[in-house]
Structures are given as structure tokens and as C-alpha cells.
């Protein structure tokens, strides 16, 4: 089922991405490791979707198969800002050209993401050179305006990245993923290697350039918290499947799913007193192993509600109210504690 957006820009339905598990001289394949399990939604032009998830479960994989450097195994993810729309998965010649200037990705690390041999303005203005998109006495000049954007100076631009502090290079990366006039940024945890003091400001960057460009996010991140200061939707995504989708503030103030209400009660209180006062809500046994098969619902060795039911039959991803979805069998049963309720201390009331 593919989730309704209001003019989807990227829409994926049932995208799976397996890697094979190899063994010996000959290297056979004796299994695979499911990273993206039947994924299917769409992405609304102009907004940003939060994808959230624990370590492991997919998110980064999926956004590396929507800028083609992850080979998908089945599926089909289309571009929907060309017309005609643009076959992700398959895009040869001139579809994989409009598709390189029309999604451009932001990634975890900025010291690896930048070669560093390059001066910061040598990495900004490479895509622009490799795509003929100004002459070379205009290339220049287009990469100072770019770093102004991102809040650099035009002498950032001759320094080499380890010259450069974290939050400095990060917008470095920034400033090369918007060089194409990008329509699509999807940012992978771009925030995460960066002291706590510099994510705000690479927020605040990132919300302002939306605005400023009209862009679309698909922001990657474990922390639900940061994504909902960002997101206008969230994906929560658990062993390669979407398990709730929602608007932000429903998601983390009403989650309808376990492992949602789970991933909401780790999120830290500045507030000692609230913070111990708080419910701690620890799921039982590990995650399953992604490359062995599993019956039922992916969640239901960890779930503290689990049914009978939920071993045996996976639950599919339902609308349970006007743009939320989940893929729980008790989600008109819970009642599960969000965000708002869980920073109110015992016999408070938010």
C-alpha cells in the first residue's frame, strides 16, 4: 500500500533492498540480510519527512537506494518533479543526468564525505564544472554565493577540510548538495558527528534554506527529538519496515505503535526531577536477526503487548486516523504514553 501524500515528489512502493550473505572460495550465497523490507510511501513537495529508527534498521540504506549508490533488489521509487516522471531505479542516460540534479544527498561524517585533497571550494565547484552548469570565469563567483548561504566567507572556500571545524565542514557539504539547484536533499544524520553546541545551528541552516529554496527533506535520524523540531511527517521504520507514519507532533504525542512509545521514553529530560520520574520503557530480548526469516509481526519478540496473533500474521500498514498510519494489530487497543506525557513528572498532568 502506498501511503497519499499531497503532490508526491518521490514515491516508493514496496522497495526492498537485500544484501547477500557469501561464504567461501567461491563465494555462494546462503542467505540474505533484509535492509529495506517492502517500503512504500511518498514524499510531499516542500515538506520534510523524518525517518527514525534505532541503528541497523534500514534508514540510511534506504536513502542510498533513492540516490542509486544502494542497488535495489524489487520494487519501483519514481522522481515525480520531471514530467514525465523519472524511474529511480532504472534511470539510464538523460533520466540518470536530470535525476544527479534534482536529488542530491547530505551525509553522516563531512570529514569522509570531502576529499581531502580538495580545498573546500574546489569540492563545491566540481559537480558544478562536471554538469556545465555556468562557464568557467561564472564558476567562482556561483561558490562564494553558495558559501555565503550556509554561512561561510569566501575564504573558507581556499582551505582544505581538516583546516576546517566540523560544523564548518558540514556546511561545506551542504553548500555542494545545493550547488545543482537541487530539487530533493535527503540528509542522512547530518547532524549526529557534530558537538551539541553546532547541530542547532545546522538545523536552523538547513530549516532556513527550505525555506528560502522551497526544498524537499528526507531527514535520516535516531533522534526523535531533533526530527521533530524538523520533520512536518515522521516515519518510524523498524528491521526495514515502515511500522508508523504520521504528522510530527501526533507521532510523538499520541504514538500508536510499541516500539514508537519505546523510542520516545529514551529521549533524555534537561530535568533531573522529571527525568527519574519519567517511565523508562525498556523492550525485552535483542533485535531478530535481519537475514533470517521471521513469522508475524517484525516487533513482537521485543513488544511488551504482544498477542498470540501478532507471532503469526504480519500486520499491515493501516490508516487508523486522517494521515496516520501504523502497522500494529492492537493499535485501536493501546494507550500509549508520548513525548508531552512523558515529561510530566508522576500525578501531573501535562
Aim: aromatic share 4%.
Amino acid at each position: 500500500m502506498t501511503l497519499p501524500c499531497a503532490a508526491p515528489i518521490i514515491k516508493t512502493h514496496d522497495l526492498r533492498v537485500y544484501y547477500p550473505i557469501t561464504r567461501g572460495a567461491l563465494r555462494r550465497v546462503v542467505g540474505r540480510i533484509r535492509a529495506v523490507d517492502g517500503v512504500s510511501l511518498s514524499i510531499g513537495a516542500g515538506e520534510t519527512l523524518g525517518l527514525v529508527g534505532e541503528s541497523g534498521c534500514g534508514k540510511s540504506t534506504l536513502g542510498l537506494a533513492l540516490m542509486r549508490l544502494a542497488p535495489a533488489t524489487s520494487g519501483t521509487a519514481y522522481y515525480l518533479g520531471e514530467d514525465p516522471p523519472v524511474d529511480i531505479l532504472r534511470a539510464r542516460g538523460n533520466d540518470s543526468r536530470r535525476l544527479r540534479l534534482a536529488i542530491q544527498m547530505v551525509f553522516q561524517n563531512p570529514a569522509s564525505s570531502l576529499n581531502p585533497r580538495a580545498t573546500a571550494g574546489g569540492s563545491v565547484a566540481e559537480p558544478i564544472r562536471l554538469n556545465r552548469l555556468a562557464s568557467p570565469r561564472e564558476v567562482n563567483g556561483r561558490v562564494e554565493r553558495l558559501l555565503t548561504m550556509v554561512g561561510l566567507g569566501a575564504w573558507h572556500g581556499r582551505r582544505y577540510p581538516s583546516q576546517l571545524s566540523g560544523g564548518q565542514r558540514q556546511r561545506v557539504v551542504i553548500a555542494r548538495a545545493l550547488a545543482l539547484e537541487s530539487r530533493v536533499i535527503i540528509a542522512d544524520e547530518p547532524v549526529s558527528a557534530l558537538d551539541v553546541s553546532v547541530q542547532a545551528q545546522i538545523l536552523n541552516l538547513l530549516n532556513d534554506l527550505k525555506a528560502a529554496m522551497n526544498l524537499t527533506y528526507l531527514f535520516i535520524s535516531h533522534n526523535l527529538d531533533v526530527v521533530r523540531h524538523m520533520a512536518n511527517r515522521i516515519a518510524v521504520m523498524y528491521l526495514g519496515r515502515i511500522v508508523e507514519l504520521g504528522p510530527a507532533d501526533e507521532v510523538c504525542t499520541a504514538p500508536r505503535h510499541p516500539y514508537t512509545e519505546t523510542l520516545l521514553s529514551a529521549i533524555l529530560v534537561p530535568d533531573i526531577d522529571v527525568q527519574r520520574a519519567r517511565r523508562r520503557i525498556v523492550p525485552r530480548g535483542d533485535v531478530p536477526d535481519a537475514a533470517a526469516p521471521h513469522e508475524g509481526c517484525p516487533f513482537h519478540t521485543r513488544c511488551l503487548y504482544a498477542k498470540p496473533r501478532c507471532e503469526v500474521e504480519v500486520p499491515l500498514l493501516d490508516e487508523v486516523s486522517p494521515g496516520c498510519h501504523v502497522a500494529c494489530h492492537l493499535a485501536g487497543e493501546l494507550t500509549l504514553a508520548g513525548i508531552d506525557a512523558q515529561y510530566a513528572p508522576r500525578g501531573v498532568k501535562p
